[in-house]
């Protein structure tokens, strides 16, 4: 799907704990946050400003030392499609407003408000990662 064909205009935005600046570009090819040993061909984004909150958050839990996790606003430069690590899984359809591209996402701004996880959700997201970490048959779409 491109960009001129895609159902969802954004805006769009992408969480992590890069400390990254307006015309920053975010690339594929980077290790997953989540399986290190795993370089990625895709960059993921999401237009859903609390779906990218977590997945900054997650981020931060998985590094050790104080990562602070960010969202930011971000642009697609090219074609893109929706996240198969979601959509076909476990929720057909796209309610998630998932997406994926190999194309850079350029930065055009940051979010520093987004509904952040209760700290009891938070321990819940510890006790996943610990377990996906342990499972090594956990996938991840690449």
Known sequence: MTMTEAP??????HGTIAD?????FLVAGRRSNYRPEV????????????GAGLAAEIAAELTD???VPRVYVVEPTGAFENDPNVTDKKYPG??????????????IGEI???????????????????ALRSDQRGEIIN
């Open 39 to 50: 370089v990625m061909n895709h960059i993921y984004f999401t237009a859903l400003v609390d």
């Open 94 to 107: 796209n309610p998630t407003r998932s997406y994926r591209s190999s194309a850079p996402l350029k930065v």
């Open 112 to 130: 520093t408000h987004w509904t952040r996880l209760t700290p009891e959700a938070l321990q819940l997201w510890r006790e996943r990662l610990t």
């Open 8 to 13: 969802d205009k954004g805006p769009f935005f």
């Open 65 to 67: 030392g104080d990562a």
């Open 20 to 24: 990254l600046r307006v015309g920053d």
